[in-house]
């Protein structure tokens, strides 16, 4: 699921990102408001949430903005604002759930979930390549029906490469989308994290499908 945030607080956008990346959600972030309106008008998200109290256009008009545009996505608001009357606003202007600051991260969680569901669009996404199968709902991975067992930072590799299979994967591009932190070319964490992916879904099968392209980075891909 590709989620929107849009949220001026780094420490929020911060704690936000590295939680729902490791709930295996992907998001993109915008720190203002204009920035954040380009963004969901540009590209396509499954769910946005979205703060009230923004630089440059405040939330209150971008889910106008929204809405008048025809863009149905679910928006979820996350904000401070918690009077009654901030609430039927935002739900008026089109808002799907509203949510007060400071919440739980597990409630966050399972209101995205709950809009998710409500969204015709929102079904289990099954990944496959060859004989490994991933269902990223159900977080299990199979390879020729056995189970794969990996750990929470491996099943987001696992995904963000059989989502891009094919495409050869720069060791920056990983860290940047999977770890969310910028890569430093002196360290092997990149190198280390895939050699341990590939010992589990290549090791005890004959057709290897995880490969390395030499001084570029990493691709999934059947050979």
């Known amino acids: 699921m590709h989620i929107l945030l849009i949220e001026d607080n780094e420490k929020t956008v911060n704690y936000l990102l590295k939680g729902l990346k490791e709930n295996y959600f992907t998001v993109d972030a915008a720190c203002d408001g204009q920035t954040g309106l380009f963004m969901a008008t540009q590209n396509t998200y499954d769910l946005i949430l979205l703060d009230v109290m923004l630089p440059h256009i405040d939330g209150w008009t971008i889910i106008t903005t929204l ?58 996404e099954i990944l496959k390549i060859a004989d490994l199968v991933v269902d990223t709902q159900k977080h299990k991975a199979f390879r020729n029906n056995t189970a794969l067992l990996l750990s929470a930072k491996e099943f987001m590799l696992l995904v963000f490469f059989l989502k891009r299979k094919g495409e050869v994967l720069s060791r920056t591009l990983i860290a940047e989308q999977v770890w969310d932190i910028n890569f430093d070319n002196d360290s092997n964490a990149i190198d280390v994290a895939v050699k341990r992916l590939r010992e589990k879904i290549d090791k005890d099968f004959s057709q290897k499908l995880l490969h390395t392209v030499r001084g570029v980075g990493y691709v999934l891909e059947e050979r």
């Open 67 to 124: 809405r008048n545009k025809n863009i149905t996505t679910p928006v979820l608001f996350l904000t401070a604002k918690d009077t009654l009357d901030d609430k039927i606003k935002g739900l008026k202007l089109g808002a799907d759930d509203y949510l007060i600051k400071p919440f739980s991260f597990s409630e966050l969680v399972a209101r995205i979930h709950s809009l998710l569901r409500r969204n015709q669009h929102y079904t289990s």
